[in-house]
C-alpha cells in the first residue's frame, strides 16, 4: 500500500494523483515508509517518482534527497519546467546546474523569467548554452547568437520567451554530466535578476 508516516507517526495512503508538495515538504517526509515508485508533484509543477535504491547528488531541480534515504528524481516521460537563478553578477559561463548522472533531457523552447530589469552595459545581452558539445555556443538553449537584449528583459513583462535558443530547432539532447551555463554573449549587464525557466521532457534518470 503506497503511503507514508507523518510526524505523529500516522500512516497516511497517498491518493492515486500525485502527492502535491513544495520541495521543502518532500525533503521531510519520511521516505523509510514510502514505497518505491510512489509518484509526488511539486507545487512548482515538477513531477517525481521516489527511487529507494538511487544515490544521485541532490540539487533540489532533477534529484532531492529523501530524508532517510533514496531520492526523489523526475519522472521519466514527464514535462519539465525547472527554474535557473540568475543576476547580473553572474560571470560568464557561470554553471547553472549540472544533469545528474546517467540522466538524458530533451529539451523544448527555454524562456525568461524577469524580476528585476536587466539594464547597464554597451548593449548588453544573455543567453543560455551547455559546456556539452554540439550546444555548447553562447545562445544554443536560450537566447540565440545575438543574446537577449534589456528592451526585452524587463520585469513588468515577467515570463518571457525571448528569442529561442540556436539549436533547439534541431533538437537538445543534454546527457549526463552536462552543465547548463549563463552566457553574457555582449557586453554585462549591471542589474537584472530572474530566472532562466529550462523546458523539456526527461527521457531517462
Same mark, same amino acid.
Given at each position: ?16 494523483a500525485p502527492l502535491i508538495l513544495s520541495v521543502e ?33 541532490p540539487d533540489d531541480l532533477f ?12 519522472? $521519466? ?7 535557473? $537563478? ?7 559561463? /557561470?554553471?547553472?546546474?549540472?544533469? $545528474? ?21 554597451? /548593449? ?26 534589456? /528592451? ?54
Open positions: 500500500m503506497n503511503g507514508f508516516h507523518d510526524s505523529t507517526g500516522k500512516f497516511r495512503r497517498l491518493p492515486e515538504e518532500l525533503k521531510l517526509l519520511d521516505s523509510s515508509q514510502i514505497d518505491d515508485g510512489v509518484p509526488v508533484q511539486t507545487n512548482d509543477g515538477r513531477h517525481f517518482v521516489f527511487r529507494r535504491s538511487s544515490t544521485l547528488t534529484v532531492v534527497a529523501g530524508r532517510y534515504g533514496g531520492r526523489f528524481v523526475l519522472r $521519466p516521460g514527464a514535462f519539465f519546467d525547472v527554474p535557473l $537563478p540568475i543576476s547580473s553578477a553572474l560571470e560568464d559561463a /557561470a554553471e547553472l546546474a549540472t544533469v $545528474p548522472t546517467s540522466a538524458v533531457l530533451m529539451l523544448g523552447r527555454s524562456y525568461w523569467e524577469v524580476t528585476e530589469d536587466w539594464t547597464g552595459g554597451s /548593449a548588453s545581452s544573455i543567453g543560455i548554452s551547455s559546456d556539452q558539445a554540439p550546444n555548447d555556443t553562447k545562445g544554443d538553449i536560450l537566447g540565440g547568437a545575438s543574446g537577449d537584449v534589456e /528592451a526585452t528583459l524587463v520585469a513588468s513583462a515577467g515570463k518571457v520567451l525571448g528569442t529561442v535558443g540556436t539549436d533547439v530547432a534541431g533538437g537538445i539532447l543534454l546527457k549526463g554530466g552536462a552543465k547548463i551555463r549563463f552566457d553574457r554573449i555582449t557586453s554585462a549587464f549591471t542589474a537584472g535578476a530572474g530566472f532562466a525557466r529550462i523546458v523539456g521532457h526527461v527521457l531517462t534518470i
